[in-house]
């Protein structure tokens, strides 16, 4: 069964600090890899994505992350953390069967200290 | 580009209570989905929706939730009768249609709390 996890409820870094944002994931056939950040009663909103090509995709805000096929990761990282980017942050995959609907993990809060 | 909309934002029932839940798309995504968020996890896929045909509703709970999108555009998500469990915030999300649209987009969700 497609699943994706993400170990760390809570990320706590200094502003200014790099931060990152773990994320695991099973699948069979070749993982669609998404990162959403939801702010409070906000809905989600995408950040980026890998499909294929280069290992390193860089998204919105200055977030970037890095897919690793061995290691069935695809961590979320900022050089640079900034106190307006804390939020809940979601790992998703999307494996194109007969659906495209995405598999959430349980979320990772990131908080940002100035 | 206006997002996708959702009303209402908040709802708050009685159990054994009806609720419904509305969702415009944004304008030519073929594709809409409707998610359940219940507090601390992940959105899980309740039903999607390709034009006004359901794609995959296998985790619909069928005897109390419905969901249709008649004319392909605007849908509705209804529950009745609602039980505690069912207190969550509600997701829709759409996408333009084909394996090459990636992206889903959310609405702001409706966050329902039965007592």
């Known amino acids: 069964a497609q699943s994706v996890a993400q170990p760390e409820d809570q990320v706590n870094v200094a502003e200014g600090n790099p931060l990152t944002v773990k994320c695991t994931y099973s699948?069979?056939?070749?993982?669609?890899l998404f990162w959403y950040v939801q702010y409070p009663n906000r809905g989600l909103q995408f950040l980026l994505k890998?499909?294929?090509?280069?290992?390193l995709v860089k998204g919105s805000y200055g977030f970037e992350a890095e897919f690793n096929k061995s290691q069935t990761s695809f961590h979320l990282k900022k050089p640079s953390a900034l106190v307006s980017d804390s939020a809940l942050y979601f790992c998703?995959?999307?494996?194109?069967?007969?659906?495209?609907?995405?598999?959430f993990g349980t979320g990772t809060r990131l908080q940002v200290f100035p | 580009e206006a997002g996708v909309a959702q009303s209402p934002r908040y709802k708050i029932i009685e159990k054994r209570q009806s609720v419904a839940f509305w969702c415009n798309p944004i304008?030519?995504?073929?594709?809409l989905y409707w998610y359940q968020q219940i507090l601390g996890q992940g959105p899980k896929l309740l039903i999607q929706?390709?034009?006004?045909?359901?794609?995959?509703d296998s985790q619909l709970p069928k005897d109390r939730f419905s969901a249709e999108r008649l004319k392909g555009v605007d849908s509705t998500l209804k529950i009745q009768p609602a039980k505690l469990e069912d207190s969550a915030v509600y997701l829709c999300?759409?996408?333009?249609?084909?394996?090459?649209?990636?992206?889903?987009?959310f609405g702001p969700g409706t966050r329902l709390t039965v007592t």
């Open positions: 699948v069979s056939g070749n993982p669609y």
């Open positions: 999300a759409s996408s333009s249609m084909g394996v090459s649209s990636y992206e889903q987009y």
């Open positions: 929706f390709q034009n006004n045909g359901v794609v995959d």
């Open positions: 304008s030519g995504h073929a594709t």
């Open positions: 998703a995959v999307r494996v194109l069967t007969n659906t495209d609907k995405l598999i």
């Open positions: 890998y499909i294929t090509g280069d290992n």
